[in-house]
Nanobody, 123 residues
Framework: QVQLVESGGGLVQPGDSLSLSCAASGNIFRVNDMGWYRQAPGKQRELVALITSSGSANYADSVKGRFTISRDNAKKTVSLQMNSLKPEDTAVYYC?????????????????WGQGTQVTVSS
């Protein structure tokens, strides 16, 4: 069993900054890609940022230059620093982690999602 616990989020004004964090724990042999997604009301969930196990990061065009994703492999955490926030960044943010687990029959990969945290940008 693997658990993801998110922290951060809240209500901020346009132009403000906010940081999200997600910690993985449990039966983890290896943490692979880690990422942040978001879902605004009435819209589909979309990728915000992704970071590979080697530290290579990719961003949605809408957040490039404003958001920074990072990870701590030893602590099994992924963070998202969000600067210059806009009202259109308002959404529920979810972390997603691809984990290799150790089982008696091998080392399969699984996707796990955090519980989601609300980010609201409003004046």
């Amino acid at each position: 069993q693997v658990q993801l616990v998110e922290s951060g989020g809240g209500l901020v004004q346009p132009g403000d900054s906010l940081s999200l964090s997600c910690a993985a724990s449990g039966n983890i042999f290896r943490v692979n890609d880690m990422g942040w997604y978001r879902q605004a009301p009435g819209k589909q969930r979309e990728l915000v940022a992704l970071i590979t196990s080697s530290g290579s990061a990719n961003y949605a065009d809408s957040v490039k230059g404003r958001f920074t994703i990072s990870r701590d492999n030893a602590k099994k955490t992924v963070s998202l620093q969000m600067n210059s926030l806009k009202p259109e960044d308002t959404a529920v943010y979810y972390c997603k982690v691809i984990v290799t687990v150790r089982t008696t029959s091998g080392y399969p990969d699984y996707n796990y999602w955090g519980q989601g945290t609300q980010v609201t940008v409003s004046s």
